[in-house]
């Protein structure tokens, strides 16, 4: 079995203020993309779970999708176990939810393959354990989230096509969250037209930004070096607290040709927006022929 694990743009976050707990409050709109890893099943009759990853250097305990397929075996008492690799096309630090597509996809892809039955609901509140974007990945829609971006309301947002550059650095949401001079206190977004379903593209124009970019810039110079060439052709903005920036174009072609003059110092990739995940569509597929 195959599943993708789809990027995601952050297309504006807000940082209200930091909780007791030390977590920060959020808005954010969560944008899903057609692009992203892919993690390839096998199951296994015994409860073993080894992950395979070309290029990919991290303790398997430490690994995500390990420690997801842990949690699963425990929740459920599962004695059946899986070698799943991974085709990583996301970058690590990148803030465009690689890791956490991946342990969501592990998720829902061996909540299938070992007949567990868990909702999705009860599938991201295990992902939660592994962190906050997962359950945005778990529940498969583009979403609006508050709180420290666990509480997702689904929106609907017009299709848009986006060229994301990748950096050649890993930026730490840790370093960035524990920072004195990150924005703590923007005004929150009024959720009318998210009731509406109507956040069209003038809205979100409006409504753009991202509370980190600043610092991140200041703190790594080569993501504001990749903003600024790509505001040359499109509108462009920092996504999550990673590394990765995003121009946003009216057209796939004309994103495409923007990526052909790309300079070699940097990668990328050229997606559009969706409204379900690619994972839940590819598992629905799976289901229907099974």
């Not at 890893?37 to 303790?59: M, Q, T, W, Y």
Request: aromatic share 8%.
């Amino acid at each position: 079995m195959q599943l993708p694990a789809p990027a995601k743009l952050n297309l504006f976050l807000r940082i209200l203020g930091r909780r007791a707990d030390g977590y920060h409050q959020l808005q954010t709109l969560f944008q899903l993309l057609d692009f992203g890893d892919v993690l390839e099943f096998e199951r296994r009759n015994h409860k073993a779970v080894s992950v395979e990853c070309d290029g990919l250097d991290i303790p398997l305990q430490d690994n995500l999708i390990f420690r997801a397929a842990q949690l699963l075996q425990q929740a459920t008492g599962c004695d059946k176990g899986a070698y799943i690799r991974l085709q990583k096309n996301l970058p690590q630090g990148g803030g465009i939810g690689g890791g956490s597509s991946d342990a969501a996809t592990a998720l829902l892809g061996l909540n299938h393959l070992w007949d567990c039955g868990l909702t999705l609901e009860q599938l991201a509140t295990l992902g939660r354990q592994l962190g906050a974007d997962v359950p945005v990945f778990v529940r498969g829609r583009t979403a609006w989230a508050e709180g420290i971006g666990e509480i997702l309301t689904p929106a609907t947002t017009e299709t848009r096509h986006y060229l994301v550059l990748m950096p050649d650095c890993q930026v730490s949401t840790a370093a960035i969250f524990s920072d004195p001079r990150l924005t703590r206190d923007s005004p929150a977004i009024k959720l009318a037209h998210l009731r509406e379903g109507d956040l069209n593209s003038q809205w979100l124009e409006r409504h753009s930004g991202n509370d980190c970019q600043a610092l991140v810039e200041t703190l790594y110079p080569q993501v504001r070096e990749a903003r600024e060439w790509l505001q040359q052709f499109a509108k462009v903005q920092l996504t999550g607290t990673g590394a990765c920036v995003f121009g946003v174009f009216e057209s796939k072609q004309s994103a495409t040709e923007v990526f052909a003059e790309l300079p070699g110092k940097w990668s990328g990739f050229v997606a559009s927006g969706v409204q379900v995940s690619p994972t839940h569509r590819q598992l629905a597929k799976i289901a229907s022929t099974t």
